[in-house]
């Protein structure tokens, strides 16, 4: 379950839509705009109750950026769209579909738990070219603006959230551990500190290092004081449910994302 991600769309939640219409007035999904696995397809005929569907969704939140949300739902809306196949709806709505539009969506289980996935890229064979260019820009910045500059965790921050989003939690950790200690003298990064601690926390308990992922959560609590009420409950959500996850007690929804 994936509670932090940081990417580019700013300015809130989405707007509100408030009227029910039927399934059949919706304009369907096609293979281009979203595909489902067949783990995904089997799960969701197992989970899902009759007439709900699988709903996804990008909702602005968090620190900062976006988060991907999967949640059992009854209702549609006027401006949903429907994936349906074999006893099985996903919906996904007009604005959420332009961040998702070629995603595919998995049901993974791995050491940790099992869950729904937003996967927006599969290809695994650049993932080392991306890292070698990721490392030359680490240099270039660092001989630009130094070590420890809000240019280099800020680069660090995205790029992290970027790995999570793809579940690449290993890399996740490598990179955003370079800033974590960083981050604390610069003092144009004050704002950031919650969120980049919770991509790391994240990072962290799904490479298996629950009691670090938990330590450095309570850490995103506490430096949260300073902040803006948002921010301060965004962290305190981020705990309590990381600390869930940890005892291994799961709900029905699915916070995924970046």
Sequence with gaps: ?????????????????SFCISASDLKPLTTEDIKVTDKAHQRLKE???????????VDGGGCSGF??????DSKLQKDDRLWRGDNVEVVID???????????????????????????????T???????????????CYQIYGAS????????????????????FELAVKYLAIGIERILYVNECANMMPGYYCNYAEALFHVGRKDEALEWARKAVLVSKSEEPRI??????FLRDLEKDAKGKSSRSWWLLW
Excluded at 2 to 17: I, T, Y
Excluded at 47 to 57: H, I, N, S, Y
Excluded at 67 to 72: A, D, I, N, R
Excluded at 102 to 112: C, P, Q, R, S, W
């Design 1 to 17: 379950m994936l509670r932090s991600v940081r990417a580019a769309l700013h300015g809130g939640s989405r707007f509100s839509r």
């Design 47 to 57: 989970v899902l109750a009759p007439g709900e569907r699988l709903r996804v969704e």
């Design 67 to 72: 988060e991907y949300k999967l949640k059992l």
């Design 94 to 124: 007009e604005l959420s579909l332009g961040y998702l539009r070629g995603a595919t969506i998995d049901f993974v289980e791995d050491l940790m738990k099992a869950s729904f996935r937003v996967i927006t890229y599969r290809d695994e």
């Design 126 to 140: 650049r993932l080392r070219e991306a890292e070698e260019y990721m490392d030359e820009v680490m240099k270039i």
């Design 149 to 168: 500059s809000y240019h280099t965790i800020n680069m660090l921050n995205n790029f992290g959230a970027a790995l999570i989003i793809r579940n690449r």
């Design 232 to 237: 301060q409950s965004y962290a305190q959500k």
